[in-house]
């Protein structure tokens, strides 16, 4: 039986995914709200866009799963969008502010 993916190690995988508008991981840009990992290592992942039209959305989330299915161990993995609460600036990491100059 395989170890269970951890929390970090999905995390991890998200930090290589990156809005195309804005550069900076969906991670540090705040973007990912909730990563729950089950005994089975099925991955779900809450997480939102910038904005509710943003038309680069399919693309976050279908790269965001394409990143968690290379985790060694990963069996299935849900993406749920949700734009409650809305993103703001404020979510930005500070490393990420630092980066971007706010």
Do not use: K
Request: proline fraction near 7%; aromatic fraction near 8%; charged fraction near 25%.
């Amino acid at each position: 039986m395989s170890e269970v993916v951890s929390q970090e190690e999905v995390y991890e995988a998200l930090r290589t995914v990156y809005d195309p508008e804005i550069p900076v991981n969906v991670v540090d840009l705040g973007l990912i709200y909730d990563v729950q990992v089950s005994d089975e290592n099925d991955v779900f992942v809450q997480m939102t866009l910038t904005f509710p039209g943003c038309g680069m959305g399919p693309h976050i989330a279908q790269q965001a799963e394409w990143a968690i299915q290379d985790v060694e161990g990963v069996e299935d993995v849900q993406i749920e969008l949700t734009f409650d609460p809305p993103w703001s600036p404020d979510l930005i990491s500070d490393e990420a502010r630092s980066s971007l100059g706010i």
